[in-house]
């Protein structure tokens, strides 16, 4: 199932997001015939990103033949990964969720994989190092961030950052209610003049942000965002003032990929495109479809691994954990050169932790892509990506399993 | 001036107000009124008597339409007023058609002052600001306390000037009929007596009917001239202001006098005594 | 006449005091309870203890202290979320704290820990009311899930901020955690709703709930006559924040198992109980209960019916199911200003007159 | 030093002009309360609603375009036009009228006297319909709000404030816009109260549905009057805060903000709005400011409403609201 | 009605001590001076009554009695003591219940409950025992119940027992607002026009409760009215207020014929 919003404060990331998830398996079903000649019935349900729904929809579809559950939503994640665990259903948060449970060893349910918050920090401060070249200590960056669990995860990581590379790090939380007034919260960094700005935002708190910053001229090109604060939404009612913004990417963004062609062809023209088909090309269009695509190939390599073509729970799990991303498959799929390559173990669930810096642009109002893969700092991320799912293993007495 | 109406009353087509049988339900379930019928002739003055809880001020309300507020419902019989049914007007077009309704329990606008009060009163009239203003004079020759408190707000005055107040608010909107619940209550006697010469005044130079639901029986059947009995929601007597007040029955209860003329409070004995009427 | 009370005599005031004087009352009344708790955890599964039992009973609790602060005592509170969330952290750190402590006393305590911080944000409603009291609640309300959020000594410095609740167990059978049977949720919460409905029903009929129902009539006259204010209203704020807080821990160690105070118990959560309280029926117990039976039930079956029945795309059923939710809730405010539980108290009302009209 | 005051005082100035932004949504809520006592929980959705159909019309989007062809299949999401703001904004004023009239014929028109508690049930089941409408009707999309206002800092003041200080203010644009919208609505909208028939009868009503009824006032025109003034007043809101994030549902979250403004200047007084609007704004930017180092950020959500609590114990009827009548 | 033959005031029960003085009380609002300068006591088992036009300030004096305003100037002297500034809850506790002139009942709740909150100052049992329905509480609620169900027998009000009390009309809810006064078992009973909106024959029983009540519990009574009639029958001892100041006090025949006071209120002599 794809647990989806399309109404409440979120739909307008919830709705592209979707789209592009149901359209590439709608794709699949159309063109190939399903995976393996079984259709892939993808079952929608919607939460309005409140936890208690994901709940209720959780425990309703879970019965109707469930192979791995797409939350998108950090807090109901955090309500699944137990009862996924305990009931044996794979969650695949992709790019966002618990970090730790990059950490196979502890959470054998769970995936995040290509990359994960922390990954994402530390691929920001290495873009903000190649621009330094190399050399940042004493500069000044300031995290501005949505004042809840998913906001706050990269504080650790960057902390620790601070320390390898001498620079000063501070905070600023933002309520989710109050984040459409955050004048004072840019005051404050209109007067503390940061050298670079990262973002951990969410929905209507990004959009403001961005105009914040441009209200106080804050120079866009350092003022870079996870991947959940980079989508068109964000950038567009700032208009041109938004010019430079920067974000990082788990994927490709534009409509250049030869998957378009194909989705146009056996989807849009057909009329079963789960939206209006006008988001395709949008950022969270394409991470919907790119979700989609990485979860096709868990279920062929869980196909191929079993040798049979309706496969269970249990079997997807296998296939998440042997999935093996390569360019080629990629290409394959019509997505050339659209994500990382990286290869899912027991004991990683968290890929390779690479993602691009792509930066808006306000003229032709599209994201481009200014960087190579950067890859995070891996040593460091996963001695923290091992402390926390420790401690996690230790309050609720989990043992590790062996890989 | 009394008698002089019970001819009149077989000649219900001239009534100004005829309530013909009407049946009143609260909330589905409690009857209240079973099947109510009087008349107001136009320019008359009609006592509305009863027991507490006979169904008076529910009477009043289902003519005024402010029972639907109350969730309550006609749901038999009818009501007209000069001779058109009004059953399903808003009680802001009665109030537009002339009639007008002082409700029991001084239902002032706490937070207004008692001026806004009566002016507030004026609210459906359309002849002009100056003929508001000389009413507002008139009110308040009528009732000098009310001048005195007209810059307090109605909450914080007494009950007894709350009540002149809604009094004083009804007539505000020169109407040509009055439906009057209760308005002796809570006034000193000097200004029950002077009230009613107002009444009494408002009829005759005016014309205005009224139709009067009153405990005090005694003066309403002096100033009315004809009256009707209502007890556990139906009319058990009527007749002319002075036929009633011969009734022995009405004598006893109503006004308080045994055959010796008037007992004294300090005398009465036995609580519960059945009216003559019930057994 | 299928309903009756004619021929039904009491000859003594502590009958006519009983819960449910009416002889068909009482037996239906054990009869239902013996289905709730001997029946139903036979046949309960997953999908129906987890979606549907389980949060109508911990909104029930909830609704129920709020209706004692509301419906009774006459204070409206849209604080119940930030009440809540003292109750699943309370519960949270008492469980991590003293590991060897019953989850069940642990979860009355944490219902005590709601009721003293309740009763701090009590003392504003001695002098401010109606609606500006109301709206002074969401202080509490947000000031308490800043709290949660932002100090991180309440979830054990956790990176994330979330709360976990550890498995623990009664009679050796695990009631939190996520290896929990469905039956053992059901009947911990099952128990909790008896203990407290018991509870509330006994203050509501003694003199305490008639200090507070003369409070929340007209709060001036019941000081006149004797009530003392100061003492009824903090009451009332004790109790009903002792019921909210245990909702609250059940909330989070029974039902969701993990919980980030914003998200959980945000402003929506308040609201939620607040329509629960009124559809059900202010000043009712059973209202209560029907109210959050109402909110909780209405949107799963509108979307088991939209969504899994008509095939409806997500998006257009879920708009829908507001604009039904809400539509309903104006039509039964309508239809009865006082509630579920006034209308079905004019159902058996005109039970008892049937067939005759009046 | 110095500079720390400088910033105290850009600080406040921001506050107060983030104030006089809440105040334009507080106000929907004074009118409605002040005109009938039914404290209108939907005014936020309201603001969202007025927001998305002005923008929905200029765009020329096709309402219920998602239904529609889910229902028929069809593919229409356009009408192709774009409208000039001055008649989207004309053509919004006038749905936020018919919005009025469907919700007194629908609602209110059955809930004359009931008790408040009741009333204010009745705009929370408003509040959901109207949400689920509103999207359904526009979509849940993130729309840009194409007016031609003004946005970002100001220059002049920036550059004047540094000649004089060597500190550069900020001030935006927008808020300056938005604080004269402000002053024009409440100026008109006290001067319609305080000089109308009407506005005495407004006040009537909100004391006592029954006895404004019993002296002929007509609760159903009044009720439509205040609440499309209501949403018209939303729709102001909707624009100002369009502009800042863009159309979309978060909007609505902005009445919470409103909130404590209500609260403190009172649910009955006008300039109350205004004034409780500037005090919430100046005060949490403050604290803020000066707190933020000691207890962590954050902290605007919760201030605003723990200024106006403590506020109240002193004063309970908020700083112009009407007395709160006390009497046996 | 000039021409009825009334008895003066029978012999006093009880022992004719003051129970209650209020000297030289004075009470503001703002610019309006509702009491000025009053004083008068009440003694023990006596019905005093207080009467004057409207707004001379008869109500105001009741809630500067059971602790609702707090006067300006002035004292008042409860069973021998001066009583200092209290809340009235606390003067409720004292054994001073009363009636209100607009209606404050607590419309929700039934007639019973009405009538069961007024004994509220005499019940003791504790809030646990009371939550857990527990021997003691519920043996209390029981006996005040009983005591309850005697009062609403002595007024004949048993078939509206379980009838919410807004519903009622105006007449059975002052009967109601009496017994719920009658519950607290005062010492000081208060009566605010407790026979407006009562035709004759209700006039006369609510007269006969009164005299019952302050025959059989030797209840003493302060009480408002506009009925002379009833007020004349009645009461041992008049005081007679007129914008804000005492014009009259005494027997009732003296103050029938006391000419300020048929000036300023009776109109006519009765
Ligand atoms: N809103 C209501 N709901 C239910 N019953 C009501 C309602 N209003 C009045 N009643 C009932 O209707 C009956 C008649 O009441 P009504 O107020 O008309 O009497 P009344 O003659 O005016 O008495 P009073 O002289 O005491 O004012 C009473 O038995 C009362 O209980
Ligand atoms: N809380 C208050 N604030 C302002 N003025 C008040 C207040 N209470 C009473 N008054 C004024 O004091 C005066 C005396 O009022 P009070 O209620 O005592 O009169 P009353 O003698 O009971 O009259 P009535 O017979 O009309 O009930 C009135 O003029 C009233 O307006
Ligand atoms: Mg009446
Ligand atoms: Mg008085």
């Known amino acids: ?403 | 001036m009394q008698g002089t109406l019970s001819a009149e009353r077989e000649r219900s087509r001239d009534a100004l107000l005829s309530v013909n049988n009407i049946e009143v339900i609260y909330n589905h379930v409690i009857l209240v009124l079973k099947g109510v019928s009087l008349e107001v002739p136009e320019g008359g003055i009609v006592a509305l008597l009863g027991g507490n809880g006979a169904g008076k001020t529910t009477t009043l309300k289902a003519i005024s339409n402010l029972l639907r507020s109350e969730r309550g419902e006609v749901t038999k019989g009818s009501i007209t007023y000069g001779g058109e049914p009004v059953q399903n007007l808003d009680p802001s077009a009665l109030v537009r058609r002339g009639v007008i309704q002082v409700m029991e329990g001084r239902n002032c606008f706490e937070h207004l002052t008692i001026e806004e009060n009566l002016l507030v009163g004026a609210f459906t009239r359309r002849d002009g600001a100056s003929n508001v203003s000389q009413d507002l004079d008139l009110v308040y020759s009528y009732f000098p306390r009310l001048k005195d408190r007209r810059k307090s707000q109605a909450g914080y005055t007494s009950g007894g000037e709350q009540q002149l107040c809604v009094l004083g608010r009804a007539l505000m909107s020169r109407p040509k009929m009055i439906l009057l619940d209760e308005p002796s209550m809570g006034l000193a006697p000097q200004l029950v007596e002077e009230f009613f010469l107002i009444v009494k005044n408002l009829n005759e130079k005016e014309g205005v009917s009224f139709l009067l639901a009153e405990q005090n029986t005694n003066i309403a059947l002096r100033f009315a001239q004809y009256g009707y009995i209502l007890e556990s929601g139906r009319v058990v007597l009527d007749g002319s202001a002075s036929e009633l007040r011969e009734n022995p029955d009405v004598r006893e209860f109503y006004l308080g006098m045994s055959e010796s003329g008037r007992k004294s409070f300090r005398d009465v004995r036995s609580y519960r005594r059945r009216k003559r009427w019930l057994s | 006449m299928l309903y009756r009370e004619a021929g039904e005599f009491r000859t003594s005031y502590p009958d006519d005091s009983q819960t449910f004087p009416i002889a068909f009352d009482k037996f239906r009344y054990y009869a239902i309870l013996a289905v709730l708790f001997v029946g139903v955890p036979f046949i309960v599964n997953d999908y129906w203890a987890n979606a549907v039992l389980v949060p109508v009973l911990v909104w029930s609790i909830a609704a129920l202290g709020l209706n004692i602060l509301t419906g009774y005592c006459g204070q409206i509170s849209l604080g119940t979320g930030g009440f809540m969330a003292v109750g699943a952290y309370s519960c949270y750190k008492l469980m991590t704290a003293f590991p060897d402590l019953n989850v069940v006393f642990c979860i009355f305590l944490s219902g005590f820990v709601t009721a003293l911080v309740g009763i701090v944000f009590g003392v504003p409603s001695l002098r401010i009311k109606g609606f500006y009291l109301a709206v002074a609640t969401l202080a509490a309300q947000f000031f308490l899930v800043w709290l949660f959020n932002g100090v991180p000594w309440f979830y054990n410095y956790s990176a994330s901020g979330q709360i976990t609740v550890p498995e623990r167990t009664v009679f050796g059978i695990a009631v939190t955690g996520p290896y929990t049977e469905p039956w053992a949720k059901y009947l911990i919460c099952m128990f909790f709703v008896f203990v407290l409905a018991w509870l509330a029903r006994n203050l509501t009929r003694s003199s305490v709930g008639r200090s507070w129902m003369a409070i929340r009539d007209m709060d001036i006259a019941a000081e006149i006559i004797g009530v003392n204010p100061l003492k009824a209203k903090l009451q009332a704020f004790a109790v009903s924040s002792f019921f909210v807080g245990i909702s609250g821990a059940l909330f989070f160690s029974v039902y969701l198992g993990a919980v980030e105070a914003s998200e959980a118990f945000g402003i929506n959560q308040s609201f939620l109980v607040l329509f629960m309280v009124i559809i059900g029926g202010l000043g009712s117990i059973f209202g209560s209960f029907a109210g959050a039976a109402f909110i909780v039930l209405l949107p799963v079956l509108l979307k088991n019916l939209l969504v899994g029945r008509l095939s409806w795309p997500t998006d257009i059923a879920t708009n829908s199911e507001f604009i039904i939710v809400g539509a309903l809730i104006i039509f039964f405010l309508i239809v009865e200003p006082h509630g579920l539980a006034h209308l079905a108290r004019l159902f058996k009302e005109k039970l008892r007159l049937w067939p005759f009209p009046h | 030093m110095v500079e720390q005051l400088l910033y105290a005082i850009e600080v406040s100035l921001n506050g107060l002009m983030t104030g006089i932004l809440y105040s334009l949504v507080a106000l929907g809520f004074v009118l409605i309360f002040k005109a009938s006592g039914v404290f209108n929980y939907a005014q936020g959705i309201m603001v969202l609603f007025a927001a998305l159909t002005l923008v929905g019309l200029q765009a020329g989007q096709v309402p219920f375009a998602h239904l529609i062809n889910a229902v028929f299949g069809t593919r229409i999401y356009s009408f192709g036009w774009n409208l000039p703001a001055i008649a989207a904004i004309a053509l919004s004023a006038m749905v936020m009228v018919v919005l009025a009239m469907a919700v007194e014929k629908f609602i209110l028109k059955f809930l004359v006297h009931q008790e408040p508690v009741i009333l204010f049930m009745a705009t929370i089941g408003l509040a959901y319909f109207l949400e689920g409408f509103g999207e359904l009707m526009w979509g849940g999309e993130i729309k840009p709000l194409d007016l031609p206002l003004p946005v970002g800092i100001s220059d002049t003041i920036e550059s004047a404030t540094f000649e004089r200080f060597g500190y550069g203010f900020f001030i935006d644009k927008l808020d300056i816009a938005a604080a004269c919208v402000a002053a024009v609505l409440v100026l008109s909208l006290v001067l319609f109260f305080q000089y109308s028939k009407i506005g005495r009868a407004l006040r009537a009503v909100a004391d006592d549905h029954q006895a404004a009824l019993s002296v002929g006032i007509s609760l159903r025109y009044i009720w439509v009057v205040i609440w499309s003034i209501a949403g018209i007043v939303g729709l102001a809101a909707g624009i100002m805060w369009g502009a800042k994030s863009g159309v979309q549902f978060s909007l609505s979250l902005i009445a919470l903000k409103a909130l404590p403004v209500l609260m403190l200047g009172g649910f009955t007084s006008i300039p109350g709005a205004i004034l409780g609007g500037i005090i919430i704004g100046v005060g949490e930017k403050l604290f803020d400011f000066f707190m933020n180092p000691i207890i962590g950020g954050a902290t605007e959500n919760w201030f605003a409403y723990m200024l106006a609590l403590i506020f109240l114990v002193f004063r309970p009827q908020g700083l112009f609201g009407e007395r709160i009548i006390e009497r046996v | 009605m000039s021409d009825k033959a009334n008895s003066e005031a029978k012999p006093k029960n009880g022992s004719g001590e003051i129970l209650m003085e209020l000297k030289g009380i004075s009470l503001r609002f703002g610019g309006v001076l509702a009491i000025s300068d009053v004083s008068f006591d009440i003694k023990e088992g006596e019905i005093r009554a207080i009467i004057g036009p409207n707004g001379a300030g008869k109500s105001s004096m009741l809630n500067v009695i059971s602790g609702f305003y707090h006067p300006q100037e002035g004292e008042i002297w409860f069973r021998g003591e001066r009583r200092p500034s209290m809340r009235p809850h606390r003067v409720a506790a004292q054994g001073i219940a009363r009636t209100f002139q607009n209606i404050a009942l607590f419309k929700r709740m039934t007639t019973l409950d009405n009538i069961m909150t007024g004994r509220m100052t005499l019940m003791k049992s504790s809030f646990a025992a009371q939550a857990l329905w527990w021997g003691p509480a519920e043996r209390e609620e029981t006996e005040h119940r009983e005591k309850a169900e005697r009062i609403i027998d002595f007024l004949g009000i048993q078939a509206i027992r379980k009838i919410p009390v807004g519903t009622l009309p105006y007449g059975l809810q002052k009967r109601v607002e009496l017994g719920r006064a009658l519950a607290a078992e005062p010492k000081l009973l208060l009566l605010d026009e407790p026979m407006a909106g009562m035709n004759v024959e209700e006039k006369e029983d609510m007269s006969r409760f009164i005299l019952d009540v302050n025959d059989e519990f030797g209840t003493t009574i302060a009480l408002i009215e506009h009925d002379m009639g009833v007020v004349m029958d009645i009461s041992d001892r008049i005081v007679v207020m007129d914008y804000g100041k005492k014009i009259g006090d005494g027997r009732p025949a003296e103050i029938r014929n006391n000419q300020h006071v048929i000036d300023a209120y009776l109109g006519v002599a009765h």
């Open chain 1, 1 to 403: 199932p794809w647990l989806s919003y399309r109404t409440g404060p979120f739909s307008p990331s919830g709705i592209p997001a979707g789209d592009g998830f149901h359209d590439y398996f709608s794709l699949l079903n159309e063109r190939d015939g399903g995976i393996g000649g079984v259709p892939i019935n993808v079952i929608d349900c919607e939460t309005a990103y409140n936890t208690q729904k994901g709940v209720e929809c959780y425990e309703s579809t879970k019965g109707q033949g469930s192979l791995l559950y797409q939350p998108l939503s950090t807090g109901i994640t955090y309500q699944l990964i137990p009862k996924g665990t305990a009931e044996g259903i794979p969650i695949f948060s992709m790019g966002y969720g618990r970090t730790a449970a990059a950490d196979g060893r502890y959470f054998p349910w769970v995936f995040n994989f290509p990359a994960h918050y922390w990954d994402g920090a530390s691929i920001a401060i290495k873009h903000i190092l190649d621009l330094n070249g190399g050399d940042i200590a004493g500069k000044k960056i300031t995290l501005v961030h949505l004042n809840a669990a998913y906001g706050r995860e990269p504080i650790p990581t960057l902390q620790a950052l601070a320390e390898v590379h001498g620079f000063e790090v501070d905070f600023v939380p933002i309520d989710f209610a109050s984040s459409q007034e955050q004048k004072s919260q840019w005051l404050d960094i209109r007067r503390k003049k940061p050298d670079y700005i990262l973002m951990w935002g969410w929905g209507i708190m990004n959009a403001v942000a961005i105009q914040e910053a441009a209200n106080i001229r804050y120079p866009m090109e350092n003022f870079i965002g996870i991947w959940w604060s980079g989508s068109e939404n964000d950038v567009l009612p700032a208009g041109e003032r938004a010019h430079g913004y920067k974000a990082l990417a788990l994927h490709r963004p534009g409509k250049g990929a030869p998957i378009f062609d194909d989705l146009q062809e056996y989807v849009f023209d057909k009329g079963l495109a789960a939206g209006t088909g006008e988001h395709a090309g949008t950022v969270l269009y394409n991470r919907g479809a790119y979700g989609a695509m990485l979860t096709a190939e868990a279920i062929k390599t869980a196909q191929e691994i079993h040798g049979v073509a309706e496969i269970t729970p249990a079997m997807m799990r296998d296939g998440l954990e042997n999935l093996v991303m390569t360019e080629e498959k990629m290409a394959a799929n019509g997505f050339p050169n659209f994500g990382p390559s990286f290869a899912v173990s027991c004991e990683n669930h968290g890929g390779g932790g690479e993602a691009w810096i792509q930066q808006w642009d306000a003229h032709a109002t599209e994201w481009k892509l200014i960087t190579d893969l950067i890859q995070s700092d891996k040593e460091l991320i996963n001695r923290l990506v091992r402390e926390d799912a420790e401690k996690y293993a230790a309050e609720n007495n989990i043992e590790p399993r062996d890989c």
